[in-house]
């Protein structure tokens, strides 16, 4: 593709896809012209693709998910696919700049954090390592919520992503399928005495569906994302209605569709509302019908089902695919129940990502049997068959049953999703190797025990093109002078970077790489919310969703300490805090939080006394292009969550990619992490997860730390006191009391003085540049294991047994 042949093809997508022409095209005209131009290339390799999957009928990869966190397409498709250079040119030539250009496009924000984040990481790489995977979801008419900051307070607005149209997708209104809900089950027998079932009289909706390319490095492969939206069944029965109704039915329509309307924006809470189990039910019934009507164009039988399917279930919230496989095979097919159980769990396998108890999904039975009753039937007997199955295998031990059985008895009946999702998988993955190593130690104890071996460990990663070679080009461009561009599709060739450590010319560079990175995002941080900050200061920051568990609250209780001492009179390093990210709305707690952090911002920022010695920013709306902004402008990366809360973290892999120094506790890939870029080179504080259970044991108590430190004390004082919020001294009462009077659950009293100690040791080391370049380009240079692809091939080979196709 010639720039000739780019600036030919954008002129004529603004005429004959946007009807503008040169002199009246807006900046949104010039981005739907890039994304068609962009596009036409993706659609020829995607069909080729499509084809040689087709031809080879090759084992295909299924993962399903409630969340892809995608955010922008078109530069990521443009470098995947080695466009960057033309359209840059083209653009250019057509007096159009193309970052401007580039940040009109709205994210595709169809995911919470972590998860959905990381489901779009494995999408890149699975296409880039030539995987035939398709991902399955939801097409959400909003995404997760736009936060904007009000008087403080987290205010949340309606993400109309596709208000302007999505050019990434292809509308497949023949590709529809009907999903049911409610009705009843109707036995009956067969004249050769086995028993049937028929689920009648249901509420039905149709799924139709929407693709996305998804294109791999270098653009050879090219898979689909497949998301599913809620349409009417109801039109095909209106004509059987008389005037009256036709006005009500029409009206009746809107409900059915309100299905896929908008993501569920809690992260580590479960909700536990009717909508959100139909909307798993009819993505999770839609993409099963698709695989097997895709199975059955090659095949004749059921058998070799396992051969040609794996499914990947990301967290529990598709679980219910367990049931429903097996409603399809048993009901529609007719195999028998072993048979179709036999094949059921050798195709399903379940990521789990939290050890959080309250973000564990449990339905309960009474509202499972109206929604979907012939699929609690077939839970139900799932569930006998297992407990028959232990009650042989451990004769006697009805405690072990009652903790295993699908169903929870303890207050109310409810179905235990992790448990269908586990009885029902051929292996269990954690996301972290001291996450797995908990999760068999704690919450799925019982099934380590009754079958060993199933649950493995798969640590996350990140895709390397987003995430250093799209967010950070300087970067990227400095590491491609000195050891080529082999990184970008094999990580671990940063580990070169190492000899260049010490080196002068690459510090230099480096650290002015880093510095034009920090330029920017003060740009933005001057232009959004009119804050000045240095960017010689220390950028010490903390990005990912708020939760009282991931601490945010430590990292204030530092930056009012630092307050303090400034105000005694002493000086220290200059450091910026950033902080940004989500409350879930209904998340009281963690709104809170939100609003603390700018009360205390606005009083920091604005004493006379701090001066240019401490900042504290919260930037709104964190989602994935502000994190494509901040991440390259960090120098230190805050991965603070008492030990044993966080499953993984990937927020932590992105920024030490980007060349920033992490503090951080023992917790979820922290660990590996520190192991990898070697413990000089990690700010190692606090308890490990075996210290936060002795102390448990012993009793925790943290009146015991706010007596010990007056820093600590004085910190927690003015919290209470109303130095931040003097119109309303009450206001940070509830957090006060959560970490004084109700048992501190996170431990951040106890945790606080080794916190403090060691951001001290922090502002000392960032006083010696030199040194602490050394060890930033070291962390780059270890930073190889966490790349997806690696992550990914673990999978390939280990759970899904799956090859790449090429030709
Ligand atoms: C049902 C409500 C709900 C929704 C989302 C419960 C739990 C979740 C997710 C499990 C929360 C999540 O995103 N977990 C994060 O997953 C990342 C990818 O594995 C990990 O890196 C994070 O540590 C984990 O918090």
């Known amino acids: 593709m010639s720039v000739e042949g780019v600036s030919a093809s954008l002129t004529k997508h603004l005429i004959y896809s946007s009807s503008k022409n040169l002199p009246n095209a807006t900046t949104r005209d010039w981005f739907q012209a890039a994304a068609h131009v962009v596009r036409d290339r993706l659609v020829e390799r995607w069909m080729a693709t499509m084809q040689r999957y087709y031809e ?75 995987l035939p995977c398709y991902g399955y979801g939801i097409r959400y008419e909003y995404g997760m919520f736009r936060q904007s900051i009000e008087n403080g307070e987290q205010v949340e607005h309606p993400d109309n992503w596709l208000r302007y149209g999505n050019p990434w997708e292809f509308p497949r209104p023949e590709l529809l399928y009907p999903v049911k809900f409610y009705g009843r089950v109707v036995e009956y027998r067969h004249e050769d005495g086995s028993l049937h079932h028929h689920w009648v009289e249901t509420d039905d909706v149709m799924a139709m569906a929407y693709d996305t390319p998804v294109p791999g490095f270098g653009g050879k492969t090219v898979n689909n994302m497949r998301l599913w939206s809620a349409k009417s069944s109801r039109d095909f029965d209106l004509r059987y209605f008389n005037q009256g109704n036709y006005i009500q039915a029409v009206a009746d329509k809107n409900d059915s569709e309100n299905l896929s309307k908008v993501l569920y924006p809690d992260d580590s809470t479960e909700v536990g509302r009717e909508l959100r189990l139909k909307q798993q039910y009819f993505f999770v019934s839609a993409s099963l019908q698709d695989m097997l009507f895709r199975y059955k164009k090659h095949a004749d039988g059921w058998a070799m089902l396992p051969e040609k399917i794996a499914v990947q279930l990301n967290d529990t919230h598709p679980s219910i695919a367990v049931a429903e496989l097996m409603r399809l095979l048993v009901d529609v097919h007719k195999l028998s129940w072993d048979e179709a159980w036999g094949l059921t769990t050798q195709i399903f396998s379940y990521t789990n990502h939290t050890l959080m108890p309250e973000a564990l999904e449990t339905w309960p ?45 303890t207050n109310g009946r409810r179905v235990r999703m992790s448990h269908l999702a586990i009885v029902g998988s051929h292996t269990v993955n954690g996301v972290a190797a001291l996450h797995t190593e908990l999760m068999k130690r704690t919450i799925f104890a019982d099934f380590e025990r009754i079958t060993p071996g199933k649950i493995v460990n798969m640590t996350n990663g990140v895709t390397p093109r987003r995430w250093l070679n799209q967010a950070n080009p300087g970067l990227a461009a400095l590491i491609g002078t000195r050891i080529g561009n082999g990184w970008i599709t094999d990580l671990d060739q940063l580990k070169e970077l190492r000899k260049l450590a010490d080196e002068d010319d690459f510090q230099t560079q480096f650290r002015a790489v880093k510095h034009e990175n920090k330029v920017r995002l ?95 920013v919260f930037i709104p709306n964190y989602d994935v292009s502000n994190a494509e902004r901040i991440v390259p402008a960090a120098d230190l990366s805050e991965q603070i969550s008492t030990a044993g809360t966080e499953a993984s973290g990937t927020g932590n892999m992105k920024l030490a990619l980007n060349g920033a120094l992490t503090i951080g506790t023992l917790d979820g890939a922290n660990v590996e992490m520190r192991e990898e870029v070697g413990s000089d080179n990690f700010f190692l504080f606090g308890l490990t997860t075996e210290g936060v259970e002795e102390l448990s044991r012993q009793g925790y108590d943290p009146m015991r ?103």
């Open 365 to 409: 039975v009474a509202f499972f049997e109206r929604l979907l009753p012939r699929h609690l039937q077939i839970i139900f007997e799932i569930n006998y068959r297992f407990m028959q199955q232990v009650m042989h295998q451990f004769p006697g031990d009805g405690e072990l049953l009652r903790r295993l059985s699908l169903i929870d008895e």
């Open 705 to 807: 730390y706010y007596h010990a430190s007056a820093e600590l004390k004085q910190a927690l004082d003015m919290i209470s006191g109303g130095y931040f919020c003097s119109d309303e001294p009450a206001r940070y009462q509830p957090i006060v009391d959560a970490l004084l009077h109700q048992g501190d659950k996170y431990f951040l009293l106890a945790d606080y003085e080794a916190y403090v100690a060691c951001q001290d040791t922090v502002s000392a080391l960032y006083q010696d540049q030199k040194e602490w370049t050394r060890r930033a380009i070291l962390n780059v240079a270890g930073m190889g294991k966490f790349s997806s692809d690696r992550t990914i091939k673990e999978y390939a080979e280990r759970i899904w047994h799956v090859e790449p196709v090429t030709d």
């Open 522 to 616: 003060a740009q933005l941080i001057r232009s959004q919310l009119c804050i000045e900050v240095n960017p010689a200061s220390l950028f010490d920051i903390q990005i990912k969703r708020i939760h009282e568990y991931k601490r945010q609250l430590l990292n204030v209780l530092h930056v009012i300490t630092l307050y303090n001492r400034i105000r005694a009179g002493a000086d220290g390093m200059p450091r910026t805090v950033i902080i940004a990210g989500k409350a879930a709305p209904g998340y009281a707690m963690a709104k809170c939080i939100i609003r603390l952090i700018n009360d205390v911002a606005d009083i920091v920022n604005n004493d006379q006394r701090v001066g240019n010695q401490l900042k504290l």
């Open 56 to 130: 080879h009928d090759s084992k295909r990869i299924y993962y399903l998910s409630l969340e892809f966190l995608v955010g922008r397409t078109l530069s990521n498709a443009m470098l995947n696919l080695g466009l960057d250079a033309q359209l840059k040119t083209a653009l250019y030539e057509l007096g159009q700049q193309y970052e401007k250009v580039a940040e009109i496009e709205s994210d595709a924000a169809l995911g919470n954090g972590g998860l959905g984040r990381l489901a779009a990481c494995f999408l890149d790489s699975m296409a880039t390592l030539d």
